[in-house]
């Protein structure tokens, strides 16, 4: 059928506003549930919203033309996210390029120390910035180094990734993802605790699960316990007969206490 929309036909011979080919219909219908869906997702962290924000008078029902509209609109902030991104970055390079580093980080286990900024440190982590006013590290300005024992080189260097660019790559998350949560919790970094405690939730699996537990009890993260406590009874059968559950009794007899006490109240119901 001739379709208004799609036609290459001058605007003076084009059919009537009412014949709409199919695909132009589909392609209609499908950006403005789009558009109302990221709305929704938008909303919804904001519950206190009292419905008069221009966000909540969005969400009624939405014409093409406004769905157009909010398009621009978050090409619009998402430039400026992008913008304030690259503006950020140049942080980033400080530290890779090791420009104008004015403290060495030491790892446990004699590692080999990375140079980075003090200011980094210190805006990212209240004990961090508690370490460097120390009388020890005032004293000796020209020649600081502190010392993060608990982790080695590796880790260490995605610590200090982290802290400069906010993110890690999935690979070095993925390996370094308990120590980096050790490391959060013990210096006072919640951006990190809740960045890795996403990637635990999302990877959370039956050969994991106990290693998350651990994890989710060494940092006092309840609602990570709770979720992976849940996720180990569903699947008990499994997690009691593989070999690492001995050493994790060994390891966490109050733990297991709790997985097995659960376990056991939730097959009597
Ligand atoms: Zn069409």
Not at 102 to 109: A, F, T, Y
Request: hydrophobic share 35%; proline share 5%.
């Amino acid at each position: 059928m001739d379709c208004c929309v799609c036609t290459s036909m001058p605007l003076i011979l084009r059919p009537p506003r009412n014949s709409i080919c199919g695909a132009c219909y589909e392609g209609a219908r499908t950006i403005i549930t789009m558009i109302n869906n990221l709305e929704t997702q938008k909303t919804k962290p904001n519950s206190t919203n009292n419905g008069s924000s221009p966000a909540s008078r969005r969400n009624s029902s939405k014409t093409l033309d406004d769905c157009i509209r909010i398009w621009s609109e978050q090409m619009e902030i998402f430039n400026e996210q992008k913008e304030d991104l690259g503006f950020l970055r140049g942080i980033v390079a400080a530290f890779k390029e090791q420009i104008h580093t004015d403290i060495l980080v030491k790892p446990g286990s004699h590692g080999l120390p990375i140079p980075a900024h003090k200011f980094v440190l210190a805006t990212r982590s209240e004990i961090f910035k508690n370490m460097l006013e120390c009388d020890e590290c005032k004293a000796a300005p020209n020649n600081q180094t502190i010392t993060i024992p608990d982790l080695n080189h590796e880790e260490l260097s995605s610590l200090l990734e982290f802290l400069y660019s906010g993110t890690l790559p999935e690979q070095t998350i993925g390996r370094d993802v308990y120590a980096l949560s050790r490391a959060a919790d013990k210096y006072a970094i919640p951006h990190l605790l809740r960045y890795c405690e996403r990637y635990l939730l999302s990877s959370l699996n039956t050969s994991n699960a106990l290693e998350t537990l651990e994890i989710a009890d060494t940092c006092s993260n309840q609602a990570l316990k709770e979720t992976t406590l849940e996720f180990l009874v569903k699947n008990i059968e499994h997690v009691v007969t593989s070999p690492r559950f001995e050493a994790f009794v060994h390891r966490n007899p109050h733990l297991t206490v709790q997985l097995v006490s659960r376990a056991f109240a939730n097959g009597s119901k």
